[in-house]
């Protein structure tokens, strides 16, 4: 189950020598990755300093207005959106825990001069093209964006045309919708067809309902009339397509409302089932309809013909959907040609709202593009053992903190117990990432085919989107030569803002990326750790024991190893938090959580926070019981500059993980997600988590405590 920071180097072995050795507690301080073996002293010193520092940016976050038993995540974040650095963002949410790849952006630069290391790693070569194309985009225009480019219209008029361009010259008759959305699946555009790579062998695509759109994704009631922020985001990026085409007013105006129109009709077919793929599937068996015609064309234009319902893949397609889907687009042929083309312009836009963060999006396009060639680079100038050993030991801890907790829950049954017992004592930890040395090697490689020197930009781009495409698809258009135990490819790229819990091989996955603040620094105090990067690895391993997770056993195969009286009893808790997640409303689009689709994260979050901070105080009492310096231990688990005592600061680390600002439209894009909406999640957690009541003193009925009885599971 991933966590989809869900999803996220440094050092470490002083760190937890004093966890290990209690004598070493007050000399030992961990030092960043790179950093020369200065004197203690100076170690001491740069560590106050920075301590001081960070102590300053977290006050810097709250809103000390608000009483943390009232809004805990307004106490914690509510200033958050009003200092973050002002950094390129895309078309999404930021918040505080993915603001981490503005660091790995930050690296990313650097490493793109590291010459020496390329060579010593045989990658010079490929590090040349990424220079390469850097340095194009730095001296491309990108803002505004030149959607009128000859050389995306050439392509548009290659996969299906632009009828509100060419006008009379495109030809209806010869209009595929679906070939048309099956050939802009290689530039990794999800129009009419919304691919994803399904993390197991043989690694073929499985398909979710379509997500209409550009800015704001649309929905029957958020497009109702021409004043709603998602019509008017919609309508503004489209002008913003069809007027470097010198069109004019009225041909803009009348393309745009063709394209509503077919919105329109589109989403009525999907609320037939509430827009649920796996309901719409449902229907489709139920009604034993036929498979739909043209899913072996997608087969031919994106795979080569490979078609994976034979070798154990899944189609994962709705044909009563695409039954239905057909009617309208052959309703309103142009508007849906239309509408795909300026899609494929969406994916080529920087999205620039100005141009200062030019530079910004050159360097995001080279860590996403050439992720896997950074990530040698990265890991063998980063990733040193000191790191993995720190992390390792914190993984073990919250391991022996869900041990207990099974060992102890009253309401599983001695056989359950025991099968319980035996999947946590069985899981693999891999802190960094997984590796694959010969794939590794091949993806890299594939760079090679890049030929950036004779082209514009723009042509290097589509290019480019093609290459990363054909390398998220690279372990399905492999599979033949693969184990049909291979791993997806997410796990073997370290520097991502990630963690993962896999299922099929019960194993958790920490990715190096993660390991810089606001998740995890070496000179931290144990209580922030374990808020922050303790909270993250309960949050995974609790996964091997939630709603999916609990159907695997312990070698990764799904198997019924419950009695029916402990499933009953799981299923009732795991119910609790549907409804409670459930009651929250979101304001800003008068929308309530959808409890039963964000319950796995929200089980995982409460079994998270609460196994960090059993192990968090499991850690205190080793350290108290090897040291006579209580009040020095405590102090040295405070952070400067916050009057908070070690647990409260726990859950503050916690808390500010989630710091966001949002806009009306990311709302909207995460209500359908697996992911409860960032606020949401940190109200959640902590007030069904009875020593969060206790440490910040919230009385029983108050907002962050509502009830005596909480949701829980473990």
Known sequence: MFLNLGGHRISMLCVFGYILVGSYILECKGKSVGDSSNSENVIKDDTVEYLKSYGE?????????????????????????????????????????????YTLINEGEKLLTSTQLAQALNVSSELLVAQQFYNTCLSAVVFPFPAADPAYLKLIRSLGGFPAVDGAAWNASSFSWFNMSAHLTNFGVNGLINEDILPQYPFGPYFKLPELGFDHIVQTDNIANSTSRAYKLNEKRMKSYLQPYNLTEDKISEVIAG?????????????????????????????????FHQWESYYEIAWNGKNFSNVGGTDGYCDYYYELLEKVCSKHPEAVANYLAMLLLYRMDAKLKEEKYHKDYCLSMVQFSFSHLLNKLYMAEHFIERTRSEV?????????????????VEWLDPETRREAQLKESTIESVIGSYENEEVNTRLIQEIRGLDLKNASYFQNLIHLRKLVTRLRRFNGFHYEELHNESKPLELLLGMQVNAFYYNLDNSIYVMAGILHPPAYHPDWPNSLKFGTLGYLVGHELTHGFD????????????????SKKSRAVFEERATCFVDHYGRYLIPEINQKINGKETQDENIADSGGLQGALDAYRNHMKQLKNRSDEDNEILKSEKMPGLDLSPEQLFYLGFAQLWCSDYEQEHFWEELKMEHTIDKYRVLGAVSNNHDFSKVYNCPVGSLMHPKADACHIW
């Open 57 to 101: 940016k977290m006050r810097s976050y709250m809103n000390l207005s608000v009483a943390p038993c009232d809004d805990f995540y307004e106490y914690a974040c509510g200033n958050w959106k009003n200092v973050r650095p002002d950094r390129f963002q895309p078309n999404h949410k930021r918040n505080n825990l993915l603001d981490i790849i």
């Open 392 to 408: 390792s030991a914190i993984v073990g801890e919250v391991r022996k903190s869900q041990r207990k907790a099974l060992e102890k």
């Open 259 to 291: 394209v509503f129109d077919f919105w329109r009709d589109a989403l009525a077919v999907a609320d037939r089932f509430e827009g649920d793929n796996e309901k719409c599937i449902e229907i489709s068996a139920n009604e034993d309809l036929p498979k």
């Open 547 to 562: 709603t999916i997770g609990s159907t695997f056993n312990s070698e990764g195969e799904m198997r019924n190893w419950w």
